[in-house]
């Protein structure tokens, strides 16, 4: 993103109506944004990339030179690509150790596929039907077909789709391999990812143990929660490094030094949500989670506190079903995270994983049953015709917690609404349930801000929408549609 002197996205005159235009629509009507169609490198002009941002209410998507999708595609996604190849390549005797001899050709197979992959979306190819055992293939298969022609390459198709059919193309190789099948690419990062963080966990650990039933600490956990939510995608040369981050992931020392990077806090509409038992006789949370690693254990930290202080009685976590976007949670990483807790030396640390696996016994925690949705690329509001049982589990809910910035996307659309747009419009229909999200601003996909704070916040850092620096605390009132 090389764009401080262009017309920022809240300046744009763009249609305020709330569907959101696909992006020809946006191309032909957004005149504000006006289209340079001088481009300025040969990959612009072969692949018709233009010098602009992504229109008001248009789809984010690579096509538009001045946005982080753009971004997201040129350099973040090779580069996980190239980061798996190079893994495969380092651990390969390991690989065969441990799966066999015979993974051997297996591993040059899948480097041969994943290269090709990067090839593939590094010339903007038209995305490929899923031909192997892939349990979720029809669903793949009808969604891709379904894509208009023009819409079906990496760079012209909304950037969410073009994301998740990477990372669901890149599982398919192990998927379809015999005796790789079970490996996850990923492993070793989010292992890293807690392990690394273990002082953290042990503050952490530390700092919650005698807490009060109180507004005030719930909104310290939610923020901890928040600010947790910090995995750092891998960056190339072209992109500027972003600021500094002011603070630590841990924020215990300065969580509320960090409170001037929340742009929008609903922490106390959550409470209200969980502490009002005459209103709403449901006793069930359910996380959506995202990263493993440190996030899930302030995850955890947090469904403890809601069990704890009678807020909830279960609190029921949501997987994804296979390796997803390098660090999000699987069923394998949940429970390597409460194992690795549960038998630490520290003794502390040692307790809280028991007493958290034990809650796993009790039924106070809960894994959902596995649903390809939260895999697939369709956006949130898609969920109650593609996934009815996950629909009606989630319409039993208190409380549904929204993690991160991709579950965040899903809710939007990945749409550049107007940032002061209501949540409730931007969810287009999309309500099983009280909803929160506790979200790191990672994409330029943002909804319910107050009147001025995008404006100011462009003044200010041209790149805040990408940072990862700001957060969002939100939450969405489920409860008029039930009339609990
Ligand atoms: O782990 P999170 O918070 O979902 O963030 C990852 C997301 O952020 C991005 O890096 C930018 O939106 C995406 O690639 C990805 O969807």
Redesign the pocket.
Known sequence: MESPNCPSLEQSAGPTEDEPKTKSQAEQTDGSNVVSRVFKTEFDAKYKIYDMRTPLNAFMSGQYKRS?AYN?LRN?LPVILTNVIDTLTKDKSELVEQFGEEAREELKIIIGLISRLKYELQTDKPFQAFAGEEPDRALWNKFLSLLPDEERTFFRSCCLYS?CYMHRKLYSFVENSIFLRPYDFHVKIKEHSLTSCIDDVLSLTKYTRRTDKSLEIFGELLRINLWS?C?D?PRDLETPAPPPSPFNKNVLEDVIAADEYILANQEAQIWQCLDNRKQNKRSQVDFIL??AGYELFTDFILAEYMIEKGLATKVCFHMKAHPW?V?DVTARDFKWTLEYLSQHPDYIISLIGKKFLQFLEEGKFELAPISHFWTCPYPFFRMREADPDLYSSLQQSKLIVFK????Y?KLLQDVCWDSTQDMNTCLRGFLPSNMCAI??V??EVICGLPEGVSETQSRKDPHWM?SGIYGVIQFVDGSREFGY
């Open positions: 982080g997201t973040r994301e939510n995995n995608a995202d990263n976007f660090t991160g910035d991709l579950n996307r979200r790191r990672k994409a990408i």
